[in-house]
């Protein structure tokens, strides 16, 4: 299946996380926080909330439980994220 990550068609596979595809495209990071300050998967079980990514225009979303879709839009998430519209 393909996903769209930041704007890119990236190849994934059925059973994948968000998270397992990031890795596989070679980023290990997933967002910045307030101050900038780079942040990744830590637990990889949901626990740490340190994965957050927007996922289909939904902030704090966690990459390590989220499984892909078809047509999933993926980016990086900045700061808090966006406000929910």
Do not use: K
Not at 11 to 27: N, P, Q
Not at 35 to 53: D, H, I, N, T
């Amino acid at each position: 299946m393909t996903i769209e990550l930041d704007g890119q068609a990236v190849t994934a596979y059925l059973g994948e996380t968000v998270a397992t595809v990031l890795f596989a495209a070679g980023s290990a990071q997933t967002r910045t926080t307030v101050s900038g300050a780079p942040r990744g998967v830590y637990c990889g079980m949901g626990v740490c909330f340190e994965c957050l990514v927007v996922v289909d225009g939904v902030p704090n979303t966690r990459a390590c439980m989220t499984w892909v879709r078809d047509g999933m839009r993926v980016s990086h998430q900045a700061g808090l994220g966006a406000a929910p519209q």
